[in-house]
């Protein structure tokens, strides 16, 4: 089984939880390529080569795509995911009203190009603690169960 997880972080905070779920993945034997949009060459379209996607982002402001998602989501809405399954996950603040906002927005896309997404969706406040990981465990390990 071929994963990627692809993610976008900037205070660390998603890639840590990103990271976290790798870990999990590996240790059940799950080959997974990782990918930091903007700074690794990913696609849209390179999403094809991979049976299950793990998809991170923290979500701007109130409410807001990341700027470097941006471009992303719109090469991503050509695409069509039928038969792929996708999780997501993110890092939130919630000093902010619209808590995690861009993670349900990339849920409805992943879900409009034809995926299954499975739920539930993973948002973390800030950077994880020691609960946050172990929910983050239980998050991988739930998405194990259901790609296999």
Not at 10 to 22: F, H, K, R
Not at 26 to 52: C, P
Not at 61 to 86: C, N, Q, R, W
Not at 87 to 96: P, T, V
Request: hydrophobic share 40%.
């Amino acid at each position: 089984m071929k994963v990627a997880i692809v993610f976008t972080s900037m205070t660390g905070n998603t890639e840590e939880i990103a990271e976290i779920i790798a870990k999990h993945l590996k240790a059940s034997d799950i080959t997974v390529d990782m990918f930091q949009i903007n700074y690794d060459d990913i696609m849209a379209s390179d999403l094809s080569n991979y049976q299950a996607i793990l998809f991170g982002t923290y979500t701007w402001g109130d409410g807001d795509l990341p700027y470097e998602v941006e471009d992303f989501s719109d090469d991503l809405a050509e695409e069509d995911m039928s038969g792929k399954f996708v999780a997501l996950f993110g890092s939130c603040d919630s000093y902010y009203p619209q808590y995690g906002t861009a993670i349900d927005r990339m849920a409805e896309q992943f879900q409009s190009i034809g995926a299954t997404v499975i739920q539930p969706l993973l948002k973390v406040d800030l950077a994880p603690n020691e609960e946050d990981i172990e929910r983050c465990e239980v998050f991988a390990k739930s998405f194990i169960e259901k790609i296999k």
